[in-house]
């Protein structure tokens, strides 16, 4: 089975989320990996333009399976929020409808942690903890 990769070499805006949406149409899987939710990238489909930071531009055509790789630094407050608006925006995500979103067991995902509850681990590993 071929399979196509679209790696960047730079950081910031390369057009790799576009070329990626280019060559969707020819695949069955769409796979983003590496990198968080801080970097992202905007598709713009039928008028519409749709920010993207830790979902694949697979997301936006029915019938791929969009996959979260290993090594995406996944934040679980905006996943579910970049869902939300995908689903207010008339795209339909999740595994019972046409767009399927899988999450792989080996990426690592960012929590919060109380704060008062972070200040006394770190102070008792001796960290030098401030409050924000």
């Known amino acids: 089975m071929a399979c ?8 910031g805006d390369e057009a790799k989320g576009k ?3 280019l060559l969707t149409p020819e695949h069955h899987v769409v796979v983003r990996y590496n990198g ?4 992202g990238h905007t598709v713009v489909r039928d008028g519409k333009t749709y920010k993207l930071s830790l979902l694949p531009t697979g997301v936006l055509k029915p019938n791929i ?3 979260i790789g290993n090594g995406l630094v996944v934040y679980p407050p905006r996943l579910l929020e970049e869902i939300d608006n995908l689903c207010t925006a008339g795209v339909r995500v999740g ?3 046409e767009v399927v979103v899988g999450v792989s067991g080996a990426h ?3 929590v919060e942690r ?8 770190d102070a008792d590993r001796g960290g030098n903890v401030e409050r924000r």
Do not use: F, K
């Open 65 to 67: 399976l969009s996959v």
């Open 108 to 110: 690592p995902a960012v």
């Open 36 to 39: 968080g939710a801080n970097a």
């Open 95 to 97: 595994a019972i409808r």
């Open 19 to 21: 070329i990626v949406d």
């Open 4 to 11: 196509t990769c679209v790696v960047g070499l730079q950081w």
């Open 114 to 121: 109380d704060d008062a509850a972070a200040v006394e681990h």
